[in-house]
C-alpha cells in the first residue's frame, strides 16, 4: 500500500511528531511505502518527512494535487487542520 502522511508543522517534541514517526515506522516495517509530507522538517533525514508546505494555501492545494495525482496513494492520512483542509478540496 502506499501511504502518504500529511503534517503542516513538524516540530521536534510535538506530540503530533511522535504519531507520525511511529505511523511511518509500523507501516514501513509491515513493508508500505510511506511518503511525509511537511512544512517545517528539522529531522526530516530521521523519519524521510519532505519539506512541502509553504502556507500559501492555494499554491499547497495545488502541489498537493499535482503530488497526489502523480502518485497515486491508497491512503492519505492527515495530521491537521490545514492538511485537512487542503485535502478535503481535492476532487
Known amino acids: ?5 500529511a503534517i503542516y508543522q513538524f516540530q521536534t517534541g510535538g506530540g503530533s511528531l ?5 505511523l ?8 508500505h511505502s510511506v511518503n511525509i509530507l511537511a512544512k517545517d522538517t ?4 530521521a523519519v524521510g518527512a519532505q ?3 509553504t502556507g500559501n494555501k492555494a499554491w499547497d492545494w ?8 502523480q502518485e497515486q496513494y491508497d491512503l ?6 490545514y492538511c485537512s483542509l487542503l485535502v478535503s478540496l481535492i476532487p
Open 1 to 5: 500500500m502506499k501511504i502518504l502522511q
Open 18 to 22: 511522535k504519531v507520525v514517526v511511529d
Open 24 to 31: 511511518a515506522n509500523a507501516a514501513r516495517r509491515s513493508g
Open 42 to 45: 528539522p529531522i526530516s533525514t
Open 51 to 53: 519539506r512541502f508546505f
Open 62 to 69: 495545488w502541489q498537493l494535487l499535482l503530488h497526489c495525482k
Open 76 to 81: 492519505i492520512h492527515v495530521h491537521d487542520r
